[in-house]
């Protein structure tokens, strides 16, 4: 029986008497949800400019003086309801985090998995690369990659792609992470009785590999990849403020920002603060969860 499964009756009682990991998992849950369902809950598509009325643009909140009962955040300057870019905005930071971590998680687990099983040059040799690209910061591996996508790619085609170019740069940039991880974690299974047995039974490497190592190494990729979404999230955003990531016809809660930023001065404050709030509060709740996962699968706290 592998450790995730194993643990899953203990980890449940420790999850029932932390509040905190209630509260944060509540609150990813909700937001989860509401992204998921954006297009049932939202008043107006913000991403179909057919939808859109200048006339109703620069909009305060509902409960301001000058609000509109229509647009309960208020709206930005193109008159967008704050409320409904929010909630499609969120849809797409959530898939693009996401999508970054799988990628990430894939490509590194599938590298550790390798490099530690098989060991001698192929272990080195990845592992070096590795810690190569970990002495680079990852916010420039993705400006570098999203930099040489815009240079190859057509500039027609920049918008369309442009979500999968930050999936991409993002994953690209956090593979190193998961495969040591990963690596060191196969390293230490292969030396136990079970690895030994299996080999004397005839059974392949990779079969080896795949049913009797991989879930005993996932508890540790499963808590990392926790952690690694509210990160991914944090990148998305940035690159996005930075103005190399979504666009503003399809914006996600970075972008959201850097179209608020550019009217924080002249009054307009509630362009900025709500989508700020949302990925703060978003970020915090994915964080907190990850933190509880990572203490309650340690077994030296258990």
Do not use: C
């Amino acid at each position: 029986m592998s450790d995730v499964s194993a643990s899953q009756p203990l980890l449940w009682r420790r999850f029932r008497k932390a509040p905190l990991a209630i509260f944060a998992a509540a609150v990813t849950a909700l937001i989860v949800l509401a992204a998921t369902f954006a297009p049932l809950l939202a008043t107006q598509n913000p991403f179909d400019p057919a939808s859109l009325d200048l006339a109703n643009s620069l909009l305060p909140p509902a409960w301001t003086d000058a609000g509109d009962a229509r647009f309960t955040l208020g709206t930005d300057d193109q008159g967008r309801d704050m409320l409904s870019a929010l909630l499609y905005g969120s849809r797409i930071s959530l898939f693009v985090g996401l999508a970054a971590v799988a990628f990430a998680a894939v490509l590194g687990v599938a590298v550790g998995l390798v490099a530690g099983y098989t060991g001698g040059w192929i272990d080195t040799l990845a592992m070096r690369a590795a810690d190569v690209q970990l002495t680079i910061p990852a916010l420039l591996i993705a400006l570098m990659v999203d930099g040489l996508a815009r240079a190859l790619l057509p500039p027609a085609s920049h918008d369309a792609v442009a979500i999968y170019v930050l999936i991409f740069s993002i994953g690209i940039a956090d593979w190193p992470q998961y495969a040591r991880v990963v690596r060191a974690a196969t390293a230490v299974q292969k030396t136990l009785g079970y690895v030994a047995a299996a080999r004397v039974m005839g059974v392949s490497a990779p079969v080896i590999v795949w049913r009797h190592i991989l879930p005993n190494v996932l508890t540790s990729v499963i808590v990392l990849a926790t952690l690694g979404l509210a990160l991914a999230i944090i990148s998305e955003a940035t690159l996005s403020f930075l103005g190399v990531g979504m666009p503003p016809t399809a914006p996600s809660l970075g972008t959201l920002i850097r179209i608020g930023n550019n009217f924080l001065f002249s009054g307009e404050w509630w362009i900025t603060l709500f989508p700020s709030a949302a990925l703060v509060l978003l970020a915090l709740a994915v964080n907190l969860l990850g933190d509880w996962l990572r203490d309650a699968l340690n077994p030296k706290l258990r």
